[in-house]
């Protein structure tokens, strides 16, 4: 079956890195998303890897291993309003998305 | 990045009423557009997905009768709750594919209150 496994909470202190983990096992594989949600809203587009490597885009950056399975997503110099939870979805070769239950990430002060 | 736009984003209606949601891709054609619920504290759960001029696809324990889907347009396509009951005040999202790199993009949401 098709599966994304991600860690379900996590905290960390303003101003540190973070990284959020991600495994997938789906049949086929298009590419690798990340989205942000903050509590009661819409997840928001923050990156996609479909070849290895790492990609940067400002504070946030995003690595992917096709051969692994495996993604994270690295958050530097965390703000307070980084609170929210992550999702991890990967596309598989229908196109549709696999989505993670997502990471709950909390950051304390 | 491409913008969703879903309306209303918040409604509130009588047991027994039906209500509609409206999702539109503004800057891009959707290919594809993809409708969730989401509970509170629950990961997004797919509801259906459509493609234009095609009937929806449903998921798995979603009633195609209830959750009316209309897909007219590459920009434009439409969620029908049908006699609404409480037990169906969920967070509902929509959203498109299409644009650089077949990305998915969210509207806004929906939060539907069924008294």
């Known amino acids: 079956g098709q599966n994304i496994d991600q860690p379900t909470e996590m905290t960390a202190t303003e101003g540190a890195i973070v990284q959020i983990n991600c495994t997938y096992q789906t049949s086929g594989f298009n590419g690798l998303f990340w989205y942000q949600q903050h509590a009661g809203e819409a997840p928001t587009f923050l990156s996609y890897?479909?070849l290895d490597g790492l990609e940067e885009k400002g504070r946030f950056s995003s690595f992917l291993s096709r051969s692994k399975g495996y993604s994270y997503l690295l958050l530097k110099e965390l703000q307070m309003k980084d609170s929210a939870s992550y999702l991890c979805?990967?596309?598989?070769?229908?196109?549709?998305?696999?989505w993670g239950a997502g990471t709950k990430l909390i950051i304390k002060p | 990045g491409a913008v969703v736009s879903q309306h209303p984003s918040w409604v509130i209606c009588k047991s027994g009423t039906s209500v509609k949601i409206e999702c539109r891709s503004l800057?891009?054609?959707?290919?594809?557009m993809f409708w969730y619920r989401q509970f509170p504290k629950q990961s997004l759960m797919l509801m259906a997905t459509?493609?234009?001029?095609?009937?929806?696809?449903?998921e798995q324990g979603v009633e195609k009768d209830k959750f009316l889907i209309n897909h007219a347009s590459l920009t434009l396509s439409t969620l029908t709750v049908t006699s609404a009951h409480p037990e169906d005040s969920s967070f509902y999202i929509c959203?498109?594919?299409?644009?650089?790199?077949?990305?998915?993009?969210f509207g806004a949401g929906t939060r539907l209150s069924v008294l």
């Open positions: 959203s498109a594919r299409g644009g650089e790199a077949d990305i998915q993009y």
């Open positions: 979805a990967a596309l598989d070769s229908n196109y549709q998305l696999i």
């Open positions: 459509s493609n234009e001029g095609s009937k929806a696809t449903y």
């Open positions: 800057d891009f054609q959707a290919t594809t």
């Open positions: 890897n479909v």
